[in-house]
């Protein structure tokens, strides 16, 4: 029987959504006929490396979220003790968890991206750094973890970077008006189009609204012009391509259509460790294409591999 190391937990800000993928996936992969052995993660590097090594796991599936956990530096360890492990490589989780560095190889592909620039907190706390209304957002958070839209009359843009627990630059980025669409990628299939429709954060898909039962509507398959629908599902394929990830992903978009459709798509980012909480919107796209949960996490327990 294979045996599957979970890792789930972590240190970063998203640890309780990781804490609810992990829960999730321990009892998938359970009903799969796996062998499961739970790693809690922590701070305690040595009981890692130990809980992986003693005894050895067949494959690790990596349930963990946000800084170390999909940013390339566990995907480091594991490659160092030559463990198979699920999602995406060390280069490409390090590049896609880098705001700009994904956006630059987004545009290198000729893909939608929104126009922005990289920040020093000081300048954005003296003045606008782009006309409003606009998004300022972490380099390297995931979540929705920091996000502020400044529109006209707010006056939190100085607070916002005297507050700022992000590190020492900010990415700011044109609002793009419209709705909410996401789309999962398996391999080199991308899954559908599903709509957000948020309900808590004031209609911002922010991190309540995301994790909150309640907190948000999915509607798959989104209801969208043919055309934009057909480009959602070409762009997500190729930013899974350009960052050079496997396994599972999904891409994130703003779709203007306040002109009317088709209207303007763009890409935000693309997650490489998609969330599988009960609330999240991969295993939604999966079950809509016939895939049940566990056969999901099977899926990438058998794409899990270890190198570049």
């Keep these: 029987m294979t045996r599957v190391a979970v890792l789930f937990g972590g240190l970063s800000a998203e640890r309780e959504v990781s804490l609810s ?8 992969l359970r009903e799969a006929g796996f062998e499961v052995a739970p790693v809690l993660v922590t701070r305690d590097l040595k009981a890692l490396v130990s809980a992986l090594t003693e005894p050895r796991p067949d494959v690790v599936f990596n349930a963990l979220h946000g800084r170390y956990g999909e940013d390339g530096c566990i995907q480091g360890i594991l490659e160092w003790l030559e463990l198979p492990y699920t999602h995406s490589g060390v280069r490409a989780s390090a590049v896609a968890m880098d705001k700009a560095a994904a ?13 922005g620039r990289v920040v020093p907190l000081a300048e954005l706390e003296a003045e606008d750094p782009l006309p409003r209304p606009y998004v300022v957002k972490p380099l390297d958070e995931g979540s929705s973890v920091g996000v502020h839209i400044l529109r006209e009359g707010a006056n939190a843009r100085a607070e916002i970077a005297r507050f700022w627990r992000h590190g020492r630059m900010a990415l700011c980025e044109e609002y793009v008006p419209g709705r909410e669409l996401t789309v999962g990628v398996l391999g080199d299939t991308p899954l559908a189009v599903t709509e957000i429709i948020a309900l808590a954060g004031g209609g911002f898909y922010d991190y309540e609204a995301k994790y909150a039962a ?3 509507r999915h509607v798959v398959p989104a209801e969208l012009h043919p055309e934009a629908y057909a480009r959602a599902l070409e762009v997500a394929r190729a930013a899974h391509a350009a960052l050079g990830c496997r396994g599972a992903t999904r891409a994130d978009f703003r779709y203007d259509d306040t002109a009317g459709e088709p209207g303007r798509l763009v890409l935000l ?6 969330g599988l909480t009960p609330t999240s919107l991969l ?14 996490c099977r899926w990438m327990v058998e794409q899990a591999a270890c190198g570049f």
């Design 214 to 216: 309640g907190g948000s």
């Design 21 to 28: 993928t992990g829960r999730q996936v321990i009892e998938a």
């Design 283 to 296: 295993p939604e796209q999966a079950a809509y294409r016939g895939i049940a949960f566990p056969d999901l």
């Design 269 to 274: 980012e693309v997650n490489t460790q998609p």
């Design 103 to 115: 956006k630059a190889a987004f545009a290198a592909a000729g893909l939608p991206v929104a126009k």
